[in-house]
């Protein structure tokens, strides 16, 4: 309860005597000074003995890590030592590495793992002890070896699982070894086992107390050494359950309190490791390293209790002396209140300062007696007036003591009138609200003006807060000044305005601040950022593929999920952050107060990782992205309007790659943002210019030594621009649809060519045309493809069309119907860039297809890239096995020319041959072959 007492705790007190109440007094006083004094030696000796605890475990820490610091250069420092003295010969050759490796006795005492020699390109050259069957194993995929390989300095790895004692735990200290050339020629590697018996795994014998221990781990949280020999290896202290482990991540050096990823409260120090980038831990159990605390604590309470017993004692027996005289008076004075008038006189004669009080008191009796009738009728007429008034009426005294309170004032609060009785304005008034009250009262009290009208809180009885309207006078209670306090309850006006508010500035949905509150957070955010020399940042987000959701589950459906998105946004974000829903599945993040602006990366991958989180939706698991785009105050824009539009800007630019990503906005993106709409502005009326031209590429039979095909390349004769190729407007006409009579004009417009070629006597020349995605499923594929070679008059056997892995796999048994549909009208199928989709021999033998065309990628290398030839070589003789030819492009030299040649290769394309030709320089060229 609020007050310090109630009636029933009043009456009671009242019945105790002074002589107890006094004894009570003075023993409590003791008894208080003696805890007080107790409590602050006890935190002072605690305090102490906590500070000594984490200096002397984190003296320990530091020394264990010093000496591994130290066992880890000294290891270093002898592979170094062993590499400077391998003579060159013995790098080239497998057998005399070994030799050198077996002699190296020290260094395989020291490395109880292995020894290992590797070549530049990552292959074991030796190792020590000797494995059958390992040597030439390719290792360079090892962190280590690529960390060593660029930095060319020694490199300390972190823990991984040997392959030389499979399912071993291990780490390797690596060092490189260079010619008289200044290049890398060889690796000198040791190893040590985590299991084994070294100066790592003696750290886990170090023992803290009697369940304390020292452990071991890298930044990436994996457990290097550890007592529990089942933990190594893995990362099983997940984020934000050990404070003092994420803090030691991110570069904590010290010791302190923390709960352990068991549970259990510790006592932990960390140190960094100097040489590389684990960190050593001490773990040490509270309950047992403040268990001599708790026994000081019982000595303390229990000296405490016996002196309190003593002293009480003592003083009952001397205040049982002093007051003797006082009970008399004390009986009288209690019988005062069961008689009216002159019978309240006390009829005790004594000549000390007790007489005179009792003459005082006489004399007071009388007094009242003849004012009582008086009041009794004036008191009548105020208490009906009060007690039917529908505001709460407080008269306050002094010290804010409540004289008087009507039944309506208790009601407002949940009280009654007596419990109110007891109480000051502090006890009433809410304590947020307290130290404006305290300022008023100041001033009053100082003569300053104060307004007679004010609004304030109470606290009511169920510890909510009730908003009141107080309006003051000054009146007289008593004899003495007082102020009368006219207190209306507004709960249901401020009600009001709160719903008036949410409706005008809150999203109904979601409960968030709607487009005109985040105007003006932007705004003070901005106002703020100027007077402390800040940024602010601006994240706006929008859903993926959210109006597939709609249509699909429906919009209450699509309701619910905007409500979830909106809670998981509001977990990540600060108190002092906004988030707003400015329509459909828009939301806008404000970030204030931004120092540094790389600090919105960190941001927008937490939210875009929450969001991508399952969500369950009416039963089913449900999937989102959300694409979002940053710009920051005052770099990208100085008001809301500029800021919110390139945002906004940026995060379609985030759409366009490939969605679930964010993107800042920059000049750069606005000005590939302009090209990109001028483009597509002319890309609607190039067709109507004529501005698209066909350029062939002829394709050679290596058999015959003579050309046989030609592969049509649409370029985009652009007025401004020149010629421009596929690569600058080929997604952009995928994007806007034009692609479908882009592609269907280039197919006409090869196929004429090539009707062209044919009434000149070329007859046994086809030309292939490549399609997109978009173009290949539309419903009438088939049909247009017929309609273009009747309206051409070139046979099927003449053309050839070439498709891409991806484009026949995405819906391969749909597909496999248009391929046999054009297989059967007599055109050719090739399967264009193979080797960089599926790579799939299943389609190869599944769907009707006559040629692949090697991707120019992997012909680029070829002879000298010997895995880019064995890919090659590979391909044509998987081909040749189905039955199928093969083309090769991009030849460009005479090397790859002869190696295609060896590998039976039936056809190439590429500048070996003949660059992309105009129509005129194709016909000459023709001819001229």
């Known amino acids: 309860m609020l007050f310090s007492c109630n009636p029933q705790e009043d009456l009671l007190i009242r019945k105790l005597s002074l002589k107890i109440t006094m004894a009570l007094a003075v023993s409590a006083l003791f008894i208080c000074s003696l805890a007080i004094l107790a409590f602050l030696s006890i935190s002072y000796m605690e305090g102490e003995y906590k500070q000594s605890i984490a200096r002397q475990q984190y003296t320990l820490v530091s020394a264990l890590a010093e000496n591994v610091d130290d066992k880890l250069r000294i290891a270093q420092n002898a592979l170094a030592a062993a590499a400077a003295n391998i003579p060159p010969d013995k790098l080239r050759e497998s057998d005399k590495a070994q030799r050198f490796l077996d002699a190296q006795y020290s260094l395989l005492a020291l490395f109880d793992n292995a020894l290992f020699i590797f070549s530049p390109k990552g292959s074991i050259i030796a190792e020590s002890p000797y494995i059958e069957g390992r040597r030439g194993r390719d290792i360079s995929f090892r962190d280590y070896y690529k960390e060593t390989v660029k930095s060319g300095k020694p490199v300390i790895s972190s823990p991984y699982f040997s392959t030389h004692n499979p399912g071993q735990p291990c780490v390797i200290l690596t060092v490189p070894i260079f010619g008289t050339d200044g290049k890398l020629t060889a690796i000198f590697a040791g190893s040590f086992n985590l299991l084994g018996q070294n100066f790592l795994e003696d750290l886990s014998h170090t023992r803290i107390g009697q369940t304390g221990y020292v452990y071991l781990f890298d930044n990436h949280r994996t457990i290097i050494i550890h007592p529990d020999k089942t933990r190594i290896m893995h990362r099983d202290v997940p984020v934000g359950i050990n404070r003092l482990f994420d803090r030691s991540i991110a570069g904590f050096e010290g010791s302190g309190e923390t709960r352990n990823s068991k549970g259990i409260e510790t006592f932990s120090s960390f140190r960094h490791l100097r040489t590389t980038n684990w960190i050593l831990a001490a773990s040490f159990p509270i309950a047992e390293a403040y268990a001599p605390l708790k026994t000081n604590r019982i000595y303390f309470v229990t000296v405490m209790v016996a002196g309190a017993a003593v002293t009480l004692i003592l003083v009952w027996f001397l205040m049982q002396r002093l007051t003797a005289p006082l009970s008399v008076i004390t009986r009288h004075v209690e019988a005062v209140p069961k008689k009216p008038g002159v019978h309240n006189l006390i ?57 008087y309170v009507n039944r309506r004032a208790a009601e407002i609060i949940g009280y009654t009138v007596e419990e109110m009785l007891f109480a000051t304005t502090e006890n009433i008034v809410h304590p947020d609200h307290l130290p404006v009250m305290k300022e008023r009262t100041i001033r009053k009290e100082a003569g300053e003006p104060v307004p007679e009208q004010f609004e304030t809180m109470l606290a009511h009885k169920d510890g909510s807060c009730i908003p009141v309207e107080v309006t003051t006078a000054r009146t007289l209670w008593q004899g003495k000044q007082a102020e009368l306090a006219i207190v209306r309850d507004i709960t249901d006006r401020k009600k009001a305005a709160v719903e008036i508010q949410q409706l005008a500035y809150y999203d109904t949905l979601t409960g968030l601040p709607n487009r005109s509150l985040l105007h003006d957070r932007i705004n003070q955010s901005i106002v703020q950022a100027v007077r402390c020399n800040r940024k602010v940042g601006i994240l706006f987000l929008d859903l993926d593929r959210f109006k597939g959701i709609n249509d699909t589950l429906g919009h209450l459906a699509g309701d619910g999920l905007l409500a979830a998105v909106a809670e998981r946004l509001m977990g990540c974000i600060r108190e002092t952050d906004t988030v707003a829903r400015i329509g459909g599945d828009e939301f806008v993040i404000i970030i204030p107060a931004l120092e540094h602006t790389e600090d919105l990366s960190k941001v927008a991958e937490k939210i875009l990782a929450v969001i991508s989180k399952p969500l369950d939706l009416k039963g089913k698991e449900i999937f989102i992205t959300a694409s979002m785009g940053i710009a920051v105050y005052p770099d990208d824009g100085n008001d809301v309007y500029g800021l919110l539009k390139n945002a906004d800007f940026a ?55 003579r050309v046989v095909g030609m592969e049509a390349l649409l370029r985009w004769q652009h007025p401004d621009l020149g010629l421009l190729p596929p690569s600058r407007f080929i997604s952009l006409a995928e994007e806007t649809g034009l692609i479908l009579p882009i592609g269907e004009w280039a197919l006409e417009t090869a196929c004429a060519k090539a009707r062209k070629l044919l009434d000149m006597g070329l007859t046994q020349l086809r030309v292939a045309v490549n399609f997109s995605g978009s173009q290949f499923r539309q419903k009438r594929f088939v049909e247009m493809v017929e309609a273009v070679l009747q309206k051409t008059g070139l046979t099927p056997l003449q053309l050839e069309l070439e498709l891409t892995e991806s484009m026949i796999m995405s819906n391969a048994e749909e597909n496999t119907n248009v391929l046999r549909k054009l297989k059967e009208m007599g055109v050719s199928l090739a399967i264009d860039d193979f080797g960089t989709g599926y790579s799939s021999l299943s389609y190869l033998k599944h769907f009707p297809i006559d040629r692949v065309k090697i991707d120019q990628m992997f012909i680029r290398d070829v002879p000298d890239s010997a895995d880019d030839s064995a890919i090659v070589s590979a391909i044509i003789a998987m081909a040749h096995n189905l039955n199928l030819k093969v083309t090769a492009e991009g030849v460009e030299n005479m090397n790859q020319l002869e190696f295609l040649c060896s590998r039976n290769c039936n056809e190439i394309q590429g500048y070996v041959l003949s660059a992309p030709l105009s129509e005129v320089e194709l016909t000459r060229f023709l001819w001229g072959a």
């Open 651 to 705: 995060m379609y630019q985030a759409k366009d790659q490939g969605k679930n990503a964010f993107q800042y906005y920059s000049q750069e993106l606005n000005a590939q943002a302009l090209e990109h709409l001028m483009l597509e502005s002319d890309l609607r009326r190039a067709l109507e210019r004529n501005e698209f031209v066909i350029y062939y590429q002829p394709q050679m039979d290596l058999n015959i030594g």
């Open 347 to 403: 009829d005790l004669d004594r000549k000390d300062e007790l007489g005179t009080l009792i003459k005082a008191f006489n004399r007071m009796a009388i007094s009242l007696d003849q004012h009582q009738n008086a009041l009794q009728e004036s008191e009548s007429n105020f208490r009906a007036l009060a007690d039917n008034a529908n505001d709460g009426l407080h008269i306050i005294t002094g010290s804010n003591r409540l004289a």
